[in-house]
């Protein structure tokens, strides 16, 4: 099956610097990948929508120069947390489409970056 | 207003038995229907894709249904074993790239 890798896994930063997650199609081209956030025992919060060669489509509520989202190529997106503080601390999950059964495609999901920020 | 409402909230039951989580959605236009399951700490894992046409798919111990008329889904999962605690999710597809997550369903086995 289709794999999605997510780098880093686990992250540890102090507060105020910023922290670079990378989420990867290996074997297919997405060109629609999704950012989400989870906290503990609640379900995933879609963030923001990642399109390949165009601005990310951020969900009510997030902050876009907070969570900068880049998609520069069709098989990888960034997640860039800026100025990161504690409350920052999270699990950060990316989910890649890929094309084919019907007009939503599969998802894929990585597995998940854990960002703690001191 | 798109929804998709999963129940139980959380689920106890001992190894060996089965167990049958719900799904219930609003969303419009519907495309599929997915289960995922989500180990603590990981990101979720495919276990089912239902189309507006299929009724039941089965995935080993894992069987999933579909009646998109009462626009209800579950889960069945047959002779639970301790791996299948997990969280269960529930997401509808509305239309393209467009995925309605349901809260999810923590199930614990043991043994």
């Known amino acids: 099956g289709a794999v999605v890798s997510q780098h880093p896994s686990r992250v540890i930063c102090k507060s105020g610097t910023s922290v670079k997650i990378e989420c990867r199609s290996l074997?297919?081209?997405?060109?629609?990948m999704f950012w989400y956030r989870q906290f503990p025992k609640k379900s995933l919060m879609l963030m923001a929508t990642?399109?390949?060669?165009?601005?990310?489509?951020?969900e009510q509520g997030v902050e876009k120069d907070k969570f900068l989202i880049n998609h520069a190529s069709l098989t990888l997106s960034t997640l860039t947390v800026t100025s990161a503080h504690p409350e920052d601390s999270s699990f950060y999950i990316c989910?890649?489409?890929?094309?084919?059964?019907?007009?939503?495609?599969?998802?894929?999901f990585g597995e998940g970056s854990r960002l703690t920020v001191l | 207003k798109n929804q998709v409402e999963q129940s139980p909230q959380s689920l106890i039951i001992l190894e060996g038995k089965n167990c049958t989580l719900q799904?219930?959605?609003?969303?419009?236009?519907?495309?599929?229907l997915r289960w995922y399951k989500q180990d603590t700490g990981r990101g979720p894992v495919s276990l089912t894709i239902?189309?507006?046409?299929?009724n039941t798919k089965s995935n080993g111990r894992y069987t999933a249904t579909l009646d998109a008329d009462t626009k209800q889904s579950s889960l069945h999962i047959t002779a639970s074993q301790l791996s299948d605690s997990a969280s269960y999710i529930c997401?509808?597809?509305?239309?393209?790239?467009?995925?309605?997550f349901g809260t999810g369903t923590r199930l614990k086995v043991l043994a």
């Open positions: 989910s890649a489409s890929k094309p084919g059964l019907g007009s939503s495609g599969e998802l894929f």
């Open positions: 074997d297919f081209q997405a060109t629609t």
């Open positions: 990642s399109n390949e060669g165009s601005k990310a489509t951020y």
């Open positions: 799904c219930n959605y609003t969303v419009s236009p519907f495309s599929n």
């Open positions: 239902m189309t507006f046409s299929e």
């Open positions: 997401v509808v597809s509305e239309g393209t790239y467009k995925y309605i």
